[in-house]
């Protein structure tokens, strides 16, 4: 009888066990839902140039992979590691290993790797990768550095603006009513505008946020659907997503793999979904008959001078190198330009603030050292 209890025991304790792991994976899962994790470029290209370069030295992928693993500081990047080296001991190939992971791995990294395993040509292909998603992490930074300050002085100009209607209009309107001195037409309007605000201030700063979301929401859904033609007009932008578009070719036709099944494995797999959407364009275009250059013109992603590059190259049969110097080119003329915006807006910005002070003190300040010095005479 007692074997027996144990026996129930220990089957009600493992059926325990299995409800609480399937709960928490679940949860999980729920969580990953609502925390949708993606790729870091910075941590996936230094793991990539890290394998490759240990790969080339002799050593073992399942080897390379734990002294990488005590390199990586991200602790994602370290468990996901973990979970690889297992899998491979257990007998998968390096890109099965790795779709283990995929929220953390994007799935043209994994299936190039696929590529690179069966055609023997795995370093190459983890060098470009390391390379790609570095370039990818340096234009994101470069950008993001760029916006900073004028983003800055953005909030700044919003906040004077805020403070100046909400604190300063009322008290000066009060000195101007003390004085008996009639405020001009903007004033007024202004001081009407703030006090309507304020009487039913929650209310409005609900109605103007839930502006803001809704137009936040509809360039979202325009970019995703692919309606981003009116941001190509930007050039700056057009550049970005040329430079990108090269980038991925170069990587393609370097790695040594049909061009057809690289862009398959990029379908769905690149940022922004209007450059996606291009690429599958561009795809369907090659399928039909048509050459790359013809293909790349179609999408009207690239510049004349680069489809001019391309189409020269494909002749001679160097378009891998064509590429190449392409991306280095590209390159260049991006951080020329962010750094020429920013020569630009700088300035820019800052007549605006002269701007908003000078009319501060023309509209509110001199109207009142006049009404001051009438009355002293």
């Known amino acids: 009888m007692n074997k027996e209890k144990l026996r129930k025991a220990d089957m009600y304790e493992v059926l325990e066990g299995k409800i609480v792991n399937k ?4 949860f999980c899962e729920k969580r990953n839902l609502v925390i949708r994790r993606c790729a870091d470029e910075k941590q996936v290209s230094f793991i990539a140039r890290s394998l490759g370069e240990m790969y080339k030295d002799g050593i073992t992928i399942n080897k390379a992979i734990t002294l990488v693993g005590e390199s990586v500081s991200h602790k994602e990047y370290k468990n996901s590691l973990k979970t690889i080296h297992s899998a491979i001991h257990n007998g998968k190939g390096l890109s099965e290993a790795f779709k283990e992971c995929t929220p953390l791995y994007p799935e043209l990294f994994i299936g190039l790797i696929f590529i690179g395993e069966n055609t023997g040509k795995l370093y190459e292909i983890l060098k470009r ?3 790609f998603y570095e370039k990818i992490c340096e234009i994101k930074n470069e950008v993001k550095m760029a916006c900073i300050y004028p983003l800055f ?7 004077f603006i805020g403070i100046f209607i909400c604190k300063i209009i009322p008290s000066f309107y009060g000195i101007y009513n003390s004085m008996g001195i009639t405020p001009s037409y903007f004033y007024r309007c202004v001081y009407n505008f703030q006090d309507n605000f304020t009487e039913s201030y929650f209310v409005n700063m609900t109605y103007v ?6 137009w936040f929401m509809t360039i979202k859904f325009m970019i995703s659907n692919g309606k981003f033609d009116f941001f190509l007009k930007v050039g700056l932008i057009k550049d970005v997503l040329e430079y990108i578009t090269i980038l991925i070719f170069s990587i393609i036709t370097n790695s040594g793999i049909n061009i057809l099944h690289g862009l398959e494995l990029c379908s769905n797999n690149i940022k922004p979904e209007f450059l996606n959407s291009k690429i599958l ?3 369907k275009s090659i399928m039909k008959g048509k050459t790359l250059s013809e ?4 999408s009207m992603l690239l510049s004349n001078y680069t489809l001019a ?11 891998a190198e064509g590429f190449e110097i392409l991306s280095i080119r590209l390159e260049g003329e991006i951080h020329k330009k962010i750094r020429n915006y920013l020569k630009a807006l700088n300035p820019l910005l800052i007549i605006v603030m002269g701007t908003i002070v000078l009319i501060f003190i023309s509209v509110f300040v001199l109207p009142l050292f006049k009404e001051l010095q009438s009355g002293i005479r």
Do not use: A, H, Q
């Open 153 to 159: 002085i953005i909030i700044s100009i919003i906040s």
């Open 209 to 214: 946020l839930c502006w803001t979301v809704i």
């Open 309 to 319: 590059v391309i189409k020269v190259r494909e002749e001679t049969g160097s378009i």
């Open 23 to 26: 709960v928490r994976s679940l």
């Open 295 to 298: 293909s790349l013109e179609e």
């Open 129 to 131: 990768l390391g390379n």
């Open 281 to 283: 364009e561009i795809r």
